[in-house]
């Protein structure tokens, strides 16, 4: 025999089964993925899956004076960062994170990085937003970019038949740093900005 329900979310009456009654909550479908979708409701099932009382061990920030970590808890991605679901949509739990204490990022195609070098964290104290240089900047002053190793018998440097530059120029591009800017010894040489960049830096033409 049907039993009169009140949904959790729009409060009408709708009715169900007996044997149901005690699994439904909500009138409809409809009903259900509106509720997930109320802040408070999602904020409060996202904080659910951050443990904040967690060290991490050496990885943790409490041992680079930045506080303890809070380790996301839920579904990881292969890279070790948290993902979160909303409305049938994965996004980093940790841009979520960020979000919710700084607001939005400065603009399109900006990253939420973490000053703890821990993917898992949400501590909004450890994270910061970044641009795509900024953040490779970042990631080759910690050490998570490793210089570029040619196989022996690569093809690396001028015996690549698409390089614009050869082994003997390198030194002097090197030189050039911090008496001129990327552009203008871009422009010299015939290459881009980034390339120049990525020389100063040592992440190209580390053979040389």
């Given at each position: ?157 001028s015996k690549n038949a698409r390089a614009k530059l050869s082994e003997n120029q ?39």
């Open positions: 025999m049907p039993i009169a329900l009140v949904c959790k979310h729009c409060s009408k009456t709708f009715y169900a089964k007996s044997s149901h009654a005690h699994k439904r909550v909500f009138c409809s479908y409809r009903c259900r993925t509106r509720y997930d979708l109320r802040p408070e409701i999602l904020i409060a099932r996202f904080w659910s899956y951050v443990d904040k009382n967690m060290c991490v061990g050496t990885e943790c920030g409490c041992h680079r004076n930045l506080g303890h970590c809070w380790p996301w808890i839920g579904g990881h991605s292969r890279d070790g960062y948290g993902n979160f679901r909303i409305d049938y949509q994965q996004i980093k739990a940790h841009r979520f994170a960020y979000e919710l204490h700084h607001g939005p990022l400065l603009g399109p195609g900006f990253f939420v990085c973490h000053k703890c070098d821990y993917p898992p964290c949400c501590n909004h104290q450890h994270l910061f937003c970044s641009s795509p240089q900024g953040n490779m900047d970042d990631a080759w002053a910690k050490g998570r970019m490793k210089p570029f190793q040619p196989l022996p018998g690569s093809r690396c440097g390198i030194p002097e591009i090197r030189v050039l740093k911090g008496i001129l800017s990327a552009a203008k010894v871009a422009e010299r040489y015939g290459v881009s900005p980034s390339m120049i960049n990525w020389i100063w830096k040592g992440a190209s033409w580390t053979h040389v």
